[in-house]
């Protein structure tokens, strides 16, 4: 029983610990507090540093995020939501998109805050805000075809109109994406620009007047382009509901909701994360080959020629003695022992990615501001969140709002120059590393010469050795028959 409670406990405290893991990054941004309507500030509706925190969350980290918010959903989840993507070239404004089959929304949203620099928790209030992805509890397909608001501009003619080749959950998310870098990247030329001061209606109807705000950074400008309008006072008085006739409630919504779900606007995002840090991918060099030195020849041992001995006239003839031969030393050569090398370590050579083209422009605009949660029948006129008046046509600079083809081509016939992506090289690409790290040092091996003299010794020697050899074989064999005998001898008297 005691082992079955230390089970149980043990994996209690395990499943607490994942759980602990998977929240750490949404909790360790910034504490989530209630909004509060007297903090609301029309010029700075977001901070540069947490719009642009393109890795605040991980696919991970997101899934759970949405299986939290979306726990009262019961069909057509964006928590269970999967979809086919398709492959996207790089751009000015994104670092393109590697299509999959069957990616949850989560896996989605990563990878497209990722590849154009947005953070994801800007892209899930955006998903809420615009068509209550998030929460809702039985979401219809609509809001998947609209879901960020792109290019679902004001038209009384035509409300809730958003034009076809951008409908869809990963083409909303990726050309509205690119669409806020677009702003960034060309903040002079819309309609409201940061560091001054910007007049920005309430209402699309002009008659309800406008608010002169200075815009205090990129990332508001960019909201009030894509929304262009700000929240009354009424809309303020009543924070989480409805105002008055003049009242939208887009970037007020965004506001709020940001605030509720991950803290304060005005916090910057941290600058230190927890990462998994990739192992260095160093280049070994190649060992240095050391020339292995040619052992000197030995000199032959030289004899002295003995003189044949002369005869003398005395009659006892004297013999003179042999001479002694004398050999030279044969001195041992020293072998050098080459060094090994050590391999020092070579940073990955780093590709320079490719300028890409500008795409062609078009407008792309939001219709968020007026409806605080569309219903879920197709939209009216009135749940219309109004779309960018500075981004439809752009009057004041003629450019308009950019779009990064996703679909098919455009109905204006604009076509978009595709790029091609220099891909890193791999390891194996460097011709250094492409061998192998190490190689066998290919020394010479020196044998040193001896001597006519000790030859004779060295035979006898051997000789010896081996008569050695074949006394302890025999000893060894003897022992194995005798062994041998007393075993058969055990078995016969058993």
Not at 33 to 56: H, N, P, R
Not at 145 to 168: I, L, S, T
Not at 213 to 228: D, E, F, G, R
Not at 392 to 402: I, Q, R, V
Request: with cysteine.
């Amino acid at each position: 029983m005691k082992q079955l409670l230390k089970r149980i406990l043990v994996f209690t405290g395990i499943a607490a610990l994942t759980a602990g893991i998977g929240l750490t990054g949404i909790a360790g941004a910034s504490k989530a507090e209630a909004a509060d309507a007297s903090q609301f500030d029309a010029g700075m509706l977001i901070t540069d540093s947490l719009f642009y925190d393109s890795d605040s969350m991980t696919a991970a980290q997101i899934q759970t995020f949405l299986n939290e918010k979306g726990k009262n959903c019961t069909s057509n989840c964006l928590k269970n939501h999967t979809l086919n993507t398709t492959s996207q070239p790089s751009s000015p404004r994104c670092d393109g998109y590697t299509g999959k089959n069957n990616e949850t929304a989560a896996q989605v949203i990563s990878k497209v805050a990722l590849s154009c620099g947005i953070s994801p928790m800007v892209l899930l209030v955006m998903l809420e805000k615009e068509t209550s992805l998030v929460t809702m509890a039985a979401p219809q397909n609509w809001r998947y075809e609209r879901a960020m608001g792109y290019y679902c501009p004001d038209d009384p003619n035509r409300p809730g109109w958003c034009h076809p080749d951008y409908a869809g959950l990963f083409n909303q998310l990726y050309n509205a994406s690119a669409q806020f870098k677009r702003y960034e990247q060309n903040p002079n030329s819309y309609g409201y620009k940061a560091g001054q001061t910007n007049k920005i209606l309430y209402n699309p109807s002009a008659s309800c007047g406008t608010k002169s705000v200075y815009i205090q950074n990129q990332a508001t400008a960019s909201l009030y382009i894509y929304t262009p309008y700000t929240p009354n006072q009424a809309a303020l008085n009543n924070l989480y509901g409805t105002g008055d006739s003049c009242s939208a409630y887009g970037n007020r919504n965004f506001w709020r909701l940001y605030t509720d779900w991950f803290g304060p606007t005005t916090a910057q995002a941290p600058t230190s994360k927890p990462a998994t840090t990739p192992a260095p991918t160093t280049a070994t060099p190649k060992p240095t080959a050391t020339s292995t030195p040619t052992p000197t020849a030995t000199p032959k041992p030289t004899t002295t020629a003995t003189p044949k001995p002369t005869a003398t006239a005395t009659p006892t003839p004297t013999t003179t003695p042999k001479p002694t031969s004398t050999a030279t030393a044969t001195p041992k050569p020293t072998a050098t022992a080459t060094p090994t090398p050590t391999p020092s370590a070579t940073s990955a050579p780093t590709t320079t990615a490719a300028p890409a083209p500008t795409v062609s422009a078009k407008p792309g605009t939001s219709n968020d501001a007026l409806g605080a949660a569309p219903s879920e029948n197709k939209p009216s006129a009135s749940e219309n969140n109004a779309s960018s008046s500075g981004d439809k046509g752009d009057s004041t600079s003629g450019s308009g709002g950019a779009i990064d083809d996703v679909a098919s081509a455009k109905s204006d016939g604009s076509s978009q120059e595709s790029l091609t992506v220099i891909p890193p090289r791999s390891q194996t690409d460097d011709p250094d590393t492409a061998a192998t790290e190490s190689e066998s040092d290919s020394g010479l091996t020196v044998v040193p010469s001896v001597s006519t003299e000790s030859q004779a010794d060295q035979d006898a020697l051997a000789q010896t050795g081996a008569a050695q050899l074949l006394v302890m074989l025999g000893i060894i064999v003897s022992l194995g028959v005798l062994g041998a005998t007393l075993i058969v001898a055990r078995r016969k008297h058993a």
